[in-house]
């Protein structure tokens, strides 16, 4: 690394410590309905959009009524997204006459922005209209995200409540995760985004005479709206086919570096938030320093990884306008907050650099996480944590005052393998069945690798993909949906169970025998559940992929 590449580093590791505070604390006061810096210029909206929905925002909901709320609305959405898709050809806002998109590739691209995933499995320019990448992608870019805040809400709800049976209202929730906090600062970034060269426009492509006189077809449309939310969010859905390495979408090094801190910004700022909401700071900072720790631990990896000196083609599938060290710090950036959104190939890593991006997803997107969904991920590995060192000290477990019993472990427990299925699973029928890998790029432990970081990507509800396999295919796109269903609704429903059961108990008071979960002692721990249940979950698949291939490079064998 050079000398520019470490103040890169500081600054992006400055700029998000500055940030994280500042907003956790203007989140906390929204979602604690206390009078905040927008309560006057846009509180008269939220009022307005209750009254026109018919939904009383101060009428609070079961575990069960808030579940069936959050399903309901996101199952509305993924159908009349798939419908718009199915039904292009005949909408407005198509200058270039797109045509309709075909079933399978529409379930699965409505299923995965629904799931926050955003995983792509078509080239955006090539497939999608500007109707549909604005009225139906990038809506819900929005919807996908407000969701995960709620989920996090609600279980924070249920930590810091006592004996109650309610856990929030998940419209007021959504609306003011969109209203206060995802709209806004997705404003000022679409505007910088413009001023950098992003392209924001409604004009047909243009066809340009090449200097050896080719015809070459240029891409345009309403493109730094949807960017904007598409980083905010860790949505990730790129409105060109090849993400954030186009320059209509990342056209500079400072848009680069807004876009890598977009990503976590608002995934750092809830876990400050959450610290705030439950009364204690400390728990925030514990929980925030473990998943900055992951990051730093994955990044070093990484970098080492991708800075060896007898890497061939280091600079292969990467941008020369952004280097090695932007590619990389971007790459972990993207896996760990479950964002998707990719400035280079990811294929084209050295094979212990896409393991480690591998790892960062199969850890369960906890690293900061996507927005709400590293949190309440995260808080699932740390009842784990509390209930082991429950265990230790020869006591029943408590968190925050409540006792951890069988009911929260067993849903903890769904909410942390269900993923981990789907990617085992998924994996292992692919590479049993022609058709699984008919459209692999590379033979050997690479081809492992697609197949495994495909369903990976899937179920950990990312969507960046290695881009070596092909899976526009009815196969894939049925098969990736149902991980990327699973991957967000097994853990988004145990989670509600959790918050329900939690809500209703009662807070017994610390004593000398209960386990400290803001120190050092803690935190380090909660490091070491999350890496070993990864490590023993996937390390078979990794060694016969990724740590393989580095093997076999070592000797000059490529693939």
Not at 48 to 56: H, K
Not at 199 to 220: D, K, S
Not at 326 to 342: K, Q
Not at 431 to 444: I, Q
Request: with cysteine; proline share 5%.
């Amino acid at each position: 690394m050079k000398p520019h590449d470490w103040l890169q580093l500081t600054l992006f590791l400055a700029a998000l410590v500055l940030l994280t505070p500042l907003l956790g604390r203007f989140m906390a006061r929204v979602f604690s309905g206390e009078p905040h810096l927008l309560t006057k210029p846009l509180g008269w909206l939220e009022r307005l959009i209750y009254r026109a929905s018919g939904v009383d925002g101060t009428r609070e909901m079961s575990w069960r009524g808030y579940a069936a709320a959050l399903i309901a609305f996101n199952i509305a959405g993924c159908v009349l997204l798939a419908v718009i898709q199915m039904t292009q050809a005949w909408l407005p806002l198509n200058p270039t006459g797109l045509p309709n998109v075909p079933l399978d590739l529409a379930v699965n691209t409505a299923v995965s922005f629904m799931t926050n995933t955003n995983w792509q499995a078509y080239s955006g320019e090539a497939t999608m209209s500007y109707f549909t990448q604005m009225a139906g992608l990038a809506v819900h870019n929005f919807t996908s995200a407000a969701t995960g805040i709620a989920v996090a809400l609600a279980l924070t709800r249920g930590l810091a409540r006592r004996t109650s049976a309610t856990i929030g209202n998940f419209w007021a929730d959504l609306t003011r995760s969109t209203l206060y906090v995802l709209l806004p600062l997705s404003l000022i970034f679409a505007v910088v985004l413009v001023q950098q060269g992003v392209v924001q426009t409604f004009a047909p492509y243009v066809t340009a005479t090449t200097l050896e006189g080719a015809e070459q077809v240029i891409p345009l449309g309403p493109t730094a709206s949807q960017i904007a939310i598409k980083q905010l969010g860790t949505n990730g859905g790129g409105f060109f086919g090849v993400n954030s390495a186009h320059p209509f979408e990342n056209p500079t090094p400072f848009s680069n570096f807004l876009t890598m801190l977009a990503i976590f910004v608002i995934p750092s700022a809830l876990v400050n938030m959450y610290g705030r909401l439950v009364g204690n700071q400390r728990q925030g900072w514990s929980i925030w320093a473990a998943m900055m720790a992951l990051f730093l631990i994955g990044l070093g990896t990484m970098c080492w990884a991708e800075f060896q000196p007898n890497l061939p083609a280091a600079m292969e599938g990467k941008e020369t306008r952004f280097g090695v060290f932007n590619s990389v710090l971007f790459a972990t950036v993207t896996t760990d907050a479950s964002c998707g959104a990719v400035n280079a190939m990811h294929d084209s890593l050295s094979p212990l650099a896409g393991l480690v991006a591998m790892v960062n997803m199969m850890l369960g997107e906890v690293v900061f996480g996507g927005v709400g969904a590293g949190l309440y991920g995260m808080l699932m590995f740390v009842l784990l944590t509390v209930f082991i060192a429950g265990l230790m000290v020869g006591r029943t477990p408590e968190y925050l005052g409540k006792k951890i019993e069988a009911a929260e472990i067993k849903w903890a427990v769904v909410a942390v393998l269900a993923p981990c299925v789907c990617i085992l699973i998924g994996t292992a029928v692919s590479l049993a069945n022609p058709v699984g890998t008919a459209t692999l790029n590379n033979a050997g432990p690479h081809g492992l690798s697609e197949v495994l970081y495909a369903w990976t990507s899937a179920a950990a509800n990312n969507g960046s993909a290695f881009a070596g396999i092909g899976v526009n295919n009815p196969f894939y796109n049925y098969g990736l949906t149902l991980a990327m269903f699973v991957g967000r609704f097994a853990v988004i429903i145990p989670a509600l169970a959790i918050a329900g059961s939690l809500a209703a108990k009662k807070t017994a008071p610390a004593s000398s025998g209960t386990f400290p979960t803001t120190g050092a002692t803690f935190t380090l721990l909660l490091i070491a559940v999350v890496v070993i249940v990864g490590a023993l979950t996937f390390l078979p698949a990794l060694t016969l992929g990724p740590i393989v291939e580095h093997l076999l490079l070592q000797a000059g064998r490529t693939f």
